[in-house]
């Protein structure tokens, strides 16, 4: 091995389903996990529901104005209580046999059922939700550590810039032919830049791009090629967030395993004005490089199966911020393939 440079994770860790299967539960079944925008939820019964490495989830508002959260599987045969992605519901019935809900979780009515029993027997899987700044996050994980608790360095970063006034722009996806970590190795170095992203490459200076370690986080930065100041922060946070901070918008970029070989990438827009006159070119902008991104990602993921490669050496230069991605994975879910 050259000195200081660090193995990768095995290739087979990048598609084998055993491999999903345990990261799915040890990883985000335990851990906080960026959910939606509290404005997607500001009446009562408005809802967001998502998939998230298989785990059909739901966030509520409630008519008592709390946020609440719940597998979205109903306790009878395990139909959906609602469609995914953002809408109302003036109750929670299941659409498959009618069930319904209180927004507590408890079963009011199994309809039609014929035979008594205890209905506190069969209230609805609940989830824990908690908010920062206008973001609402979920944890399927009873005993973790409060949210403010858990991600108190890496909420710090975002000190001094006024994220809860940002408003929603677009929420987009975007679905990719790759595992989760292959989406993820790629965000955590700017190694990659001067190769694939021409755009970025003429805006900073990349043989000058650092990236900060934190407690499961990293900071990363780079001069701009003009002298002028790069005003945010671009942040990631262990497993699969990324906050892009500046001082009139934020970029959220959530990575939401789909499959052992697919993820979706969700891209939040938030601008601190909706006249904002550079919008558009933003969000073209952030939609171009992550078509560059897409390009190479799924090319490497095809590359992680054909049986050529098993594993390769991380840089301790510029792909220090892998290693503890991919070290955190392996201390996670008993990485041993």
């Not at 299967?21 to 960026?34: T, Y």
């Amino acid at each position: 091995m050259v000195d200081g440079s660090s193995r990768t994770l095995p290739a087979a860790s990048y598609f084998d389903a055993a491999v999903y299967d345990r990261e799915r539960r040890s990883i985000f079944a335990a851990e906080w996990l960026w959910f939606a925008c509290e404005s997607e939820l500001e009446t009562p019964g408005s809802y967001v529901a998502r998939e998230y490495a298989g785990w059909r989830l739901m966030v509520v508002r409630a008519p008592d104005g709390q946020l609440r959260g719940f597998h979205n599987v109903c306790r009878h045969r395990a139909g959906p209580l609602v469609d995914d992605g953002a809408g109302s519901c003036a109750n929670l019935v299941c659409r498959y046999h009618g069930w319904s809900y209180a927004f507590d979780g408890q079963l009011r009515s199994a309809r039609d059922f014929g035979v008594e029993f205890d209905h506190d027997e069969y209230a609805l899987l609940g989830i824990r939700v908690e908010m920062w700044r206008g973001q609402v996050f979920v944890n399927l994980d009873a005993g973790a550590p409060s949210l403010l608790e858990d991600l108190r360095d890496f909420f710090e970063e975002a000190a001094g810039f006024s994220v809860e006034s940002m408003q929603l722009v677009r929420l987009a996806h975007h679905d990719l032919a790759c595992n989760w970590k292959t989406y993820a190795d790629n965000y955590l170095e700017g190694y990659h830049i001067p190769m694939m992203h021409p755009m970025l490459n003429r805006m900073y200076d990349a043989k000058r791009y650092d990236v900060v370690l934190g407690d499961r986080y990293c900071r990363h930065s780079a001069p701009a090629r003009n002298g002028g100041d790069v005003n945010g922060r671009w942040l990631y946070r262990w497993p699969n967030l990324a906050l892009n901070i500046y001082g009139d918008s934020m970029n959220v970029e959530v990575i939401v395993p789909t499959g052992p070989r697919t993820c979706r990438v969700l891209y939040v827009h938030l601008f601190l004005s909706l006249d904002d006159p550079d919008i558009d070119q933003v969000i073209r902008f952030s939609d171009e490089v992550m078509e560059e991104d897409r390009a190479m990602v799924e090319v490497v993921q095809r590359n992680l199966e054909c049986g050529a490669y098993t594993d390769g050496l991380l840089s301790p230069k510029h792909e220090h911020a892998v290693a503890q991605f991919q070290d955190l994975v392996r201390r996670s879910s008993g990485e041993t393939i």
